[in-house]
């Protein structure tokens, strides 16, 4: 197991050090860095200044490894609009999304579980074709459309819902409603056709032989192999969230890393958006990690191994 | 209508079951009708699709809708298909439970082996102390050494046998009356398939319950049963006492089943066969196991080399480095003289066209998007100039008549047919190249034993109109006996024990050849002594005798 | 060809497929010859028919589903756009299904550990949020339409390749690619003839699903302002600068949405029918359950 999970970290690792490369070397694509990093009107006295400060005339190997040192320190330079390292806002709006992640997460998780494993009991019938087509519909429906079209109906014609903010709970409702329909919809198939393939399994057909009851078949014998495969495409949700988070944030205005990143292009700051996405990727990477330990401790074939 | 006598353990009566298919009810069972009394045994026999699995299942309770259940099923006099799913509950697992044919699916991947033997208990009201100690008590019965530390570990970490082993052992734990065993040797190796049944004859002596034998072989049902129902398609075609069924069969069918056939394979061996294809101290490795030792082997032209061996034996290796799929590690092998690894341009188009190849499974040796005309072509498209394109069609259609298919099959896609008549599809794409060796690795194992008798009656038949040589793989000693000129005996990677087949079978040298041969159920010594016997036995109740089923059922 | 007679008499027995199959066709020809019918309405500025609101049947039929602020017609501009952003959408899928099914190709008939390094690249950018790459690609490269199809492509790549590497794993272990090599069949007859017709039905299907998933991330990027800049036009576009106006004139967000959720869903139901009919033990179990309740 050990060897196992010792094998994921790496690759998680590798796969960092890949984005690291990435931002970098496209930040010197462009040619000259000084053109990502300051706005479109900055003078020529503070372009060369900057390129000073920050040793563009370097070679370029040079340049990678004081980039490593300085990522390292978590210096990911100074935010050019708010007169500040690059970190601190990230480190700000990074909580806010991860609530936001955790919440419709938490939230997708259990209602897939309940709502695929009612479809998966009886396949076929009225509910399995309710909660299929709605999670196509899910998939299917933009969700930056759906936000907008939330608050045109429930904050500006009905007036009970706020339309952007983060002050109380009445703020969450819609951004969480959003933020679920992709994940819901798509675990709600998952669970639904790994409890379809459990129930339908042959170690199902013993235990019932042996005269357990429908209810432990089903969450003794069948929840635990079926959270095997919801596990691993959680893995992939959790990435996805963050692509529905940064909609979510920028349409009902929420302080978090979306909006923040959102803001950074619009503005240019090269320096924030990179530490927000190399913020990012570090979650993602420690959330992957988690997610093959849980994995690991439901399936002893991979334990073993 | 009372019956005075108390009510037989298990009584099935009249059952039928359909399934809803895509083109309406499929009746998998249709009227069947036996019982089994308390200490009895008895054996369903029938190939796939007789049925005799689905009435298990019917019987156990695991037939869910879209399938149809009629008729009824007695257990103890009570109905189980009518009885309330609490009190069924509690009499599954406790009263009588079941073996399946694949342990490993069978049990569940996540649980440690104790704790799924122990359920068992724990479902029927036992503390979970008392299950554990009870599990552990069942594997050491069944056999699984060091019981204490095997509790915990989960169901790949043993061995088919094993498994089987824990399977019996999970079916046993509260002492059932009724053992239902669908199929439990199948898998297995004829070796641990002796001492499974070993273990189960043992069990039903010291717990005294009846044990319903689901199966296909006729040797296995000898082995354990004192009354057998023979299936078919659903229906029962004959019942009685072993005896009297295996001694004087009544129906065509259970006559079919019993007729020893092994004389029809016997076909002419050449006089000297000058070697073809020899393999010279073979080795081949898979990392750092070693599947094939220093092995040779060698067949003549028009000779039909036997190659038997169970699994892990190494024969499939040897099959794949003499059909050039796999490199030798060691050794060579060698067709006319010449290492085929050294072979190339004509050399290798000539190996190629006379060493061809029927794999195992008829399911996956055929590409299910080509037509039956498309696969018999691919060898000429891949060998240009054997067959011209005018001919392809025709030729191909003369090659199907060979195997005993028609040519309007050519049309057709192999998901249409039956094993057996995809085994005939791709024994005639085999031929296509005319070749002088054909390697049938498994080639029959995967097929019923009356489809397995004509698969290999065609291979005999061929060999005296072709002149073809065989290397001929098998782990089923029964078949190979009589069709084959030499055996090669295998274990662990190496032959233990070479010569004339008629020589081997006859007097094994090797330990091992000798357990193979014993280990496999054989017939004949029983059948003659049954058949010796002045008046056949009555046969049992004779309200267990299938008689004109009722059709349709209740 | 049987196969295909089959899937469409299959296909008309379905009544949610047949609509969503009618439904993809009519929106594909409107892409092809909408922009020609509606003329210069889309772009044209027509101060007479300024913030017409929709379903006002006296106005010229263009102006059914309402007009922005200069006039323009909605319906004329969903038509134009519907070209962008299926053209987007298409590009996209077809150059992740064609580069990524190569590679999934490779990587599961290449003996030795080129599949497995293949696979691990593949990871890298499976694991890491695609909107996040494309926001850093198109900051740096520049919001052009062939680098949005760049970018979307190189993000939809795993699912191809893994997806086409685990089939060509499996295909490969049958006993019909052994067979083929004992007749004499090269790795590439093997690929060409006995693999890929094989695998290239379940990718297909991925691609039907993967391009109701694009259209909405390209949506979505456009929605953002780093997409498709004006004077080009996609859906996604027009609901951000619908946006502004919300609750003034509505339509302008509610009408190009709609139109992205109702192509999204028709490709979507339609992938999914025609998985269940690819699949024979599905589609034995759909009838099996018709039968069972009749």
């Avoid at chain 1, 199902?204 to 192999?225: D, E």
């Avoid at chain 2, 002596?205 to 023979?230: K, N, P, Q």
């Amino acid at each position: 197991m050990t060897r196992f999970m010792l094998g994921r970290a790496l690759h998680s690792l590798v796969a960092l050090l890949a984005l690291v490369v990435l931002v970098f070397f496209l930040a010197r694509l462009t040619g000259d860095p000084t053109n990502l990093f300051l706005p479109m009107d900055a003078s020529l006295a503070e372009r060369q200044a900057f390129a000073e400060r920050h040793g563009f005339d370097e070679p370029l190997l040079v340049q990678f490894w004081s980039y490593l040192v300085d990522l390292a320190h978590l210096d990911f330079g100074m935010s050019l609009f708010q007169a500040r390292p690059a970190i601190e806002p990230v480190l700000g709006a990074f909580p806010v999304t991860l609530r936001l992640a955790l919440v419709t997460m938490v939230l997708a998780l259990t209602l897939s579980v309940v709502i695929g494993s009612v479809a998966a009991y009886g396949p076929g019938g009225l509910f399995d074709r309710i909660a299929s087509l709605l999670s196509i519909l899910g998939a299917s429906t933009p969700d930056f459309w759906i936000a907008i079209v939330g608050i045109l109906f429930f904050s500006v014609s009905l007036g009970i819902l706020p339309t952007s903010g983060t002050g109380t709970g009445w703020h969450w409702i819609m951004p969480v409603g959003v933020l679920l329909l992709r994940p819901l919809g798509l675990l709600t198939q998952v669970v639904r056709a790994a409890m379809i393939g459990v129930l339908n399994s042959a170690y199902v057909k013993t235990a019932r032989a042996k005269g357990a009851s429908p209810r432990r078949v089903i969450f003794v014998h069948g929840v635990r192999n079926a959270m095997l495969s919801v596990i691993t495409v959680a893995g992939d949700q959790a990435a996805a969230l963050i692509n529905g988070a940064v909609i979510v944030e920028t349409v009902f205005g929420w302080p978090g890393i979306g909006n923040l990143m959102i803001n950074a292009i619009k503005q240019r700051d090269f320096a924030v958006l990179q530490a927000s996405i190399l913020v990012t990727a570090l979650a993602i990477f420690v959330m992957n990690l988690l997610i093959d330990i849980a994995y690991s401790r439901l399936d002893p074939r991979i334990r073993a191994g | 209508m009372a019956d005075p006598a108390p009510a037989p353990l298990l009584a099935v009566e009249r059952l039928a079951v359909d399934f809803a298919t895509e083109t309406g009810w499929f009746a998998a069972v249709r009227g069947v009708g036996f019982e089994l009394a308390r200490d009895e045994s008895l054996a369903v026999i029938g190939e796939s699709g007789s049925g005799k699995s689905v009435t298990a299942a019917a019987i156990m309770g695991l037939l869910d809708p879209p399938a149809r259940i009629l008729g009824d099923v007695r257990f103890a006099g009570e109905s189980l298909l009518t009885m309330a799913p609490d009190r069924r509950r509690s009499l599954y697992g406790r009263e009588l439970s079941i073996i399946f044919q694949d342990p490993l699916t069978h049990l569940n991947p996540v649980q440690p082996v104790g704790w799924q033997i122990g359920e068992v208990c724990t479902i029927h009201g036992a503390p979970r102390r008392e299950a554990r100690e009870r599990a552990l008590e069942l594997l050491a019965r069944v056999g699984i050494p060091d019981p204490l530390r095997r509790y915990a570990a989960y169901p790949h970490e043993f061995s088919g046998g094993q498994r089987q082993r824990i399977m019996i052992a999970m079916a046993m734990a509260l002492r059932p009356r009724l053992l239902i065993a669908d199929e439990p040797t199948t898998a297995l190796d004829v070796t641990v398939q002796a001492q499974i049944l070993e273990l189960l004859a043992g069990l039903r002596e010291e717990y005294g319950m009846s044990l319903l034998m689901i199966t296909h072989d006729l040797g296995v049902a000898a082995e354990v049963a004192e009354r057998v129902v023979v299936m078919r398609r659903g229906e029962i075609v004959e019942a009685g006492s072993l005896p009297r069924v295996f001694a004087a069969p009544r129906h065509p069918y259970t006559r079919e089943l019993l007729t020893d056939r092994s004389e029809e394979y016997r076909s002419p061996a050449p006089a000297a066969a000058a070697p073809l294809l020899a393999v010279e101290n073979l080795a081949i490795r898979y990392g750092a196991f070693r599947a094939v030792r220093g092995v040779s082997a060698e067949v003549g032209k028009g000779e039909i080399l036997g190659v038997i061996g169970e699994s892990g034996s190494g024969k499939s290796s040897l099959a794949a480095a003499m059909l050039r799929l796999r490199p030798c590690d060691g050794g060579a092998v060698r067709f006319r003289g010449q290492d085929i690894w050294a072979l190339d341009g004509p050399g290798l188009r000539d190996y190629r066209r006379s060493v061809q190849a029927v794999f195992q499974d008829p399911f996956s040796s055929l590409n299910p998007r080509m037509t039956v005309e498309r696969l018999i072509a691919e060898p000429w498209v891949l060998n240009p100039g054997v067959v011209p394109r005018a001919r392809w069609r025709e030729r191909a259609a003369e090659l199907l008549e060979m195997v005993g298919l028609a040519p309007s099959d050519l049309d057709r896609y192999p998901g249409e047919f039956s094993g057996g008549q995809r085994q005939r599809i791709a024994i005639a794409r085999a031929l296509a190249l005319e070749p002088e060796i054909v390697v049938c690795d498994e080639a029959v194992s995967a097929l019923d034993m009356t489809i397995q008798a004509q698969v290999i009656r065609l291979l005999a038949d061929l060999r005296g109109r072709l002149g073809l040589a065989y290397v001929f793989i098998a782990h089923d000693l029964t078949l190979v006996r009589k069709f084959v000129d030499r055996v090669v005996v295998m274990k662990a990677g190496e032959v233990v024990e070479a010569g004339p087949a008629e020589e081997v079978f006859a007097n094994p040298r090797h330990p091992y050849t000798r357990q193979l041969i014993d280990s496999s159920p054989e017939l004949g010594p029983k059948l003659a002594e049954w058949r010796a016997l002045p008046d056949p036995p009555a046969p049992g109740p004779a309200r267990g005798a299938g008689g004109p089923p009722a059709a349709g059922g209740g | 060809m049987a196969t295909r007679l089959r899937l469409l008499r299959l296909l008309r027995s379905d009544a949610v497929a047949l609509a969503a199959a009618a439904c993809l066709v009519v929106v594909v020809l409107v892409a092809l010859f909408g922009p020609m019918a509606v003329g210069d309405a889309a772009g044209g500025i027509n101060l007479r028919n300024r913030n017409a609101p929709p379903f006002e049947f006296t106005r010229p039929w263009l102006y059914w589903l309402g007009s922005d602020s200069l006039g323009r017609s909605i319906l004329a501009r969903i038509v134009v756009a519907a070209r962008t952003t299926l053209g987007i959408a298409l590009a996209s899928v077809a150059a992740a299904l064609l580069v990524g099914g190569a590679v999934g190709l490779v990587a599961g008939l290449s003996r030795g550990r080129t599949g497995e390094y293949i696979l691990r690249g593949v990871d890298v950018i499976m694991s890491f949020p695609s909107l996040l790459l494309a926001l850093i690609v198109l900051y740096v490269l520049g919001p052009a339409p062939s680098n949005i199809v760049i970018v979307l492509g190189v993000t939809r790549l795993p699912v191809y390749v893994r997806t086409a590497r685990a089939e060509v794993l499996e295909i490969r272990e049958r006993a019909f690619v052994a067979a083929a090599q004992v007749m004499g069949a090269g790795p590439v007859h093997i690929a060409l003839r006995h693999v890929l017709p094989l695998v290239l039905p379940t990718l297909l299907i991925i691609g039907a699903l993967d391009f109701a998933y694009v259209m909405l991330a390209e949506s979505a990027l456009s929605f953002l302002g780093i997409g498709v800049q004006p004077p080009d036009i996609t859906w996604g576009l027009m609901v951000a600068e619908g946006r502004a106006y919300l609750t003034a004139a509505w339509w302008l967000a509610f009408w190009p949405g709609l139109a992205i959720m109702m192509t999204a869903l028709a490709a979507n139901l339609l992938a999914m029918w025609f998985r269940i009919a690819n699949d024979p033990s599905l589609r034995g179990s759909l009838k099996a359950r018709v039968a069972g309740n009749g």
